[in-house]
C-alpha cells in the first residue's frame, strides 16, 4: 500500500465519568465478578484537527443504548469491558493472543453477515481491558481493537473528496442525497453510494451494497466508510474489515473480477452543514483499490501492538479528597462484605442513627469504632467540658481542646469524628441528663430540667440505637425509660477498675412477646434492689475521677460495637432473644448475640452472661413506664427529689423487706 496512506487505530479518551461510574459499577455491582461487561462506546466525524482517531467513553458508556437513535456524527458501538480483579491478572494478559481472538470473531462475524446468518455487520469488534485500583484511584487500561490483516493490497488512487466530485452539481446532489439517507436511520460505519444518472446519487445499506457487487458493475459504486480518523492523510484501521468483507466475497460468489479497481468514500467530515447548507466536506477522500492479489492474513491483525504497554490514567487529583475519603472507607467496609460476611447490610449501617448518652472514653472510643464500621449518623450528649485530664484517655480530644476551661465534649466530639471523616453526619448537645438524687433546687431549676427532658426525647425518637456511657448510673436511668418509650436498641457501658459490663437492653414491656422475643431481658438496672440515688455525693477523690485501667474503656468500647453490629444483623433487633447457655445465644453471620457481657482486666476474662427483666426494675417495669406515661412532669420531678418514691411506684419497697445486700455496679469512668 501507498507508504503515505497511514493505518490508524483507535486512540480511547475516557473522562472521569467513565472511570467513577465504572469504580462505581465495580463496587456495588460487578465486585469479584469479572466476566467481561457490555458498553457502549462512541466516536465522532468531527472537525477537530488531531493526529489521532478517538474513541469516546464515558458515563454513558454503561447505560443501555438504543442503538438507532445514534445521531448521524455519532457512531455508537457495542463492545465489551473486562476488568480484572487483580494487577497481576491484567499483567499477564497475552495480547498477541488476544488479538488474535478478536480478529477471528471479527473473521467469523464477517462470514455469518455474508452467509445471511446475521442481519447486520457488527465491524468493529474490540475488548476493552482493564484494572482499577480502587484504593488508588489509578486505572490500568488498554483498548485492543485490532483488525483483519488484508496482506497485498494497492491502493490505485487517492483523492480529496473535492477533487474527486469537483462539479459543483454533484457535491450538491451528494449532500441531499446523503441528508435523506441520514434521516434513514440506518447508519452503521460502512455503507455505500452509487452515482446514477450522471450526477445523482442513491445511498444504501452495507447489504444492499453487496447486491450492487455481485452484479459486477462497480465503476460508479462506492463503497463509504464513516471514518474515525479525521485527517486526510490516511484512513482508520478498521477500513481493512470492509476490504475483507469485500474480498471474502467475491471469493464466494466468485466475482474476483470487481477486485480490480474497488472505490470508496472515507467520510471524515462533520456533516454540520455549513452556511452554504452544505456539509464542508474538506477533509473527506476517495480512494479506489486493487485487492486482486489481496489475501486475508487470518493468523495475524493489524491496527494493534501487543507490546505496546497499557497506560494507566492517575483521578486522585481530579476528584476532591472527602470524596476519595468516603470511597476508600466504603471499599474497607464492601471488602469485609464481598470476602467475608456476604449478609453485611451496608446500608442499614449506613441509615443507623447512633445516640451517644456520654462522650468520655467510651463515647470517643465507641464512636470511633462505629464508622470503622460504616456508621455514619452519631449524635453525642455530654454536658461536661473537656479537662486536662482527658486527652491522654479520651482519643477524640487534644490538649488544645482543654484550654481556656475546655470545649464542651459533645460538640467537640462531633467536630473531630467529622474531622477524621467528612462524610460523618455528628452533632454535640450539652444536655443535663436529670438524674433521681440530683435535687432540684428551685421552681426554674425544675423549668430547665423539663426543656433538657424534651429535648432528649427528641433526640431519642430521632435515634435507632442509643449508648448509655454516662459517668454515673443514675443519668442511665431517664434514657432508660425513654428507650422503651420508643422501642429504641439500648446498650449500655459500664467501667469499674478493672472491669466491664455491657448490657443489651430487652425491649419495652409493651411492645415485648414472650412467642417471639422469649423471656424478657434486662435492663442496667434490673439487677439492682435499691434506687438509683446520688452516687456522686459521697465518692472520695479517686471515685469521682477516671480511674480505670487505661485498656478497659477500648476492650469494652470494642465488644459494646461489635455487639450492636451484630443485634443490626439479627431480624428481630433489640427483640431477639437470649439464652443461658452459649450454645443456644442466637447467632448472626457474625457470630453469637450475647446479651450482657461482662469482663474483667486481671483475669484477661470476658463471660457473656443473661438476665431476666425483673418485674421490679425501677427503670425497665411496666410500673415505670406507665407512670412516665401518665404524668411526665410531676413523675420526674417527684423521683428526682426522692429517689425512694421509684420503690413505691415499682413496689420494690415490699419487696425489699425480704431481701438485703445488693449486687450494684460502680461507676467510675468519667
Ligand atoms: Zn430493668
Not at 455487520?121 to 474490540?126: G, P, Y
Not at 490514567?313 to 469485609?336: P, W
Request: with cysteine; aromatic share 10%.
Amino acid at each position: 500500500m501507498d507508504k503515505k496512506f497511514e493505518i490508524i487505530p483507535f486512540s480511547p479518551m475516557a473522562d472521569i465519568g467513565f472511570w467513577s461510574t465504572l469504580a462505581k459499577k465495580k463496587l456495588e455491582e460487578w465486585k469479584l465478578n469479572s466476566d467481561p461487561q457490555d458498553i457502549f462506546v462512541k466516536f465522532k466525524i468531527s472537525n477537530f484537527t488531531s493526529k489521532k482517531a478517538f474513541l469516546n467513553l464515558d458515563v454513558y458508556s454503561f447505560q443501555q443504548w438504543e442503538l438507532q437513535l445514534q445521531g448521524p456524527v455519532e457512531i455508537v458501538i457495542q463492545t465489551q469491558l473486562k476488568n480484572y480483579n487483580t494487577i497481576e491478572e491484567f499483567k499477564q494478559i497475552n495480547y498477541h493472543d488476544l488479538f488474535k481472538d478478536l480478529t477471528q470473531k471479527q473473521i467469523s462475524a464477517i462470514d455469518n453477515f455474508l452467509s445471511g446468518k446475521d442481519e447486520n455487520l457488527n465491524a468493529f469488534i474490540m475488548k476493552l481491558v482493564t484494572f482499577a485500583d480502587l484504593k488508588k484511584h489509578n486505572y490500568s487500561y488498554k483498548l485492543c481493537s485490532p483488525s483483519i490483516k488484508v496482506d497485498d493490497f494497492n491502493l490505485l488512487e487517492k483523492s480529496s473528496f473535492k477533487t474527486a466530485f469537483n462539479d459543483e452539481q454533484k457535491q450538491k446532489a451528494f449532500d441531499e442525497s446523503l441528508k435523506q439517507f441520514l434521516k434513514s436511520g440506518k447508519i452503521s460505519p460502512f455503507f455505500y453510494c452509487k452515482e446514477v444518472d450522471g450526477g445523482k446519487f442513491v445511498f444504501g445499506t452495507l447489504r444492499e451494497y453487496l447486491s450492487e457487487l455481485e452484479t459486477g458493475k462497480t465503476n460508479d459504486l462506492y463503497g463509504v466508510f464513516f471514518d474515525p480518523y479525521n485527517q486526510n492523510t490516511g484512513t482508520h484501521a478498521y477500513f481493512t474489515n470492509l476490504l475483507a468483507l469485500v474480498l471474502k466475497l467475491a471469493e464466494q460468489k466468485g466475482i474476483k473480477n470487481i477486485l480490480s479497481n474497488l472505490k470508496f468514500i472515507l467520510l471524515k467530515d462533520s456533516l454540520i452543514y455549513n452556511f452554504a447548507n452544505k456539509y464542508d466536506m474538506k477533509n473527506s477522500l476517495v480512494v479506489s483499490v486493487d485487492l486482486t492479489n489481496a489475501k486475508i492474513d487470518a493468523e495475524s491483525y493489524t491496527g494493534c501492538d501487543p507490546n505496546q504497554i497499557p497506560p494507566s490514567i492517575d483521578l486522585k487529583s481530579s476528584l476532591d479528597e472527602a470524596t476519595l475519603a468516603t470511597d476508600a472507607v466504603d471499599l474497607n467496609i464492601k471488602l469485609m462484605k464481598w470476602r467475608v460476611l456476604p449478609t453485611l447490610d451496608l446500608e442499614l449501617l449506613k441509615s443507623t442513627k447512633v445516640l451517644m448518652l456520654g462522650a468520655g472514653t467510651l463515647g470517643c472510643q465507641l464512636s470511633r469504632n462505629l464508622i470503622g464500621w460504616g456508621i455514619k449518623h452519631i449524635t453525642f450528649v455530654d454536658y461536661g467540658k473537656i479537662s486536662y485530664s482527658n486527652p491522654v484517655r479520651q482519643s477524640l480530644y487534644e490538649f488544645e481542646d482543654t484550654i481556656n476551661g475546655g470545649k464542651p465534649k459533645a460538640e467537640t466530639a462531633a467536630e473531630k469524628l467529622k474531622k477524621i471523616f467528612p462524610d460523618i453526619v455528628s452533632k454535640g448537645y450539652q444536655i443535663k441528663i436529670p438524674m433521681p438524687g440530683h435535687y432540684l433546687a428551685s421552681v426554674e431549676h425544675a423549668i430547665e430540667t423539663l426543656k433538657d427532658v424534651d429535648l432528649l426525647e427528641e433526640l431519642v425518637k430521632e435515634h435507632d440505637v442509643l449508648y448509655l456511657m454516662t459517668d454515673s448510673r443514675e443519668s442511665r436511668w431517664l434514657p432508660t425509660i425513654l428507650a422503651n418509650k420508643y422501642n429504641k436498641i439500648c446498650i449500655t457501658v459500664g467501667l469499674g477498675f478493672d472491669s466491664f459490663v455491657i448490657v443489651r437492653h430487652g425491649l419495652s414491656p409493651k411492645v415485648h412477646n414472650p412467642e417471639i422475643n422469649g423471656e424478657r431481658l434486662s435492663c442496667y438496672f434490673c439487677n439492682d434492689v435499691i434506687s438509683p440515688g446520688n452516687t456522686m455525693k459521697d465518692r472520695t477523690l479517686d471515685q469521682q475521677c477516671t480511674v480505670t485501667r487505661p485498656g478497659l474503656s477500648f476492650v469494652s468500647s470494642a465488644y459494646a460495637s461489635e455487639l450492636l453490629i451484630s443485634l443490626l444483623h439479627h431480624p428481630l433487633k433489640n427483640g431477639a432473644p437470649a439464652a443461658d447457655e452459649i450454645e443456644k445465644l442466637p447467632q448472626t453471620d457474625l457470630g453469637i448475640l450475647p446479651q450482657h457481657i461482662r469482663g474483667t482486666m486481671g483475669e484477661f476474662e470476658t463471660r457473656v452472661m443473661y438476665g431476666r427483666a425483673f418485674e421490679h426494675c425501677v427503670a425497665c417495669s411496666e410500673f415505670v413506664l406507665d407512670e412516665y406515661l401518665k404524668d411526665r412532669d410531676n413523675f420526674l420531678q417527684r423521683v428526682i427529689n426522692d429517689p425512694d418514691y421509684l420503690q413505691q411506684v415499682t413496689k420494690l419497697s415490699e419487696l425489699l423487706r425480704d431481701l438485703d445486700g445488693t449486687d450494684a455496679f460502680i461507676e467510675v469512668d468519667d
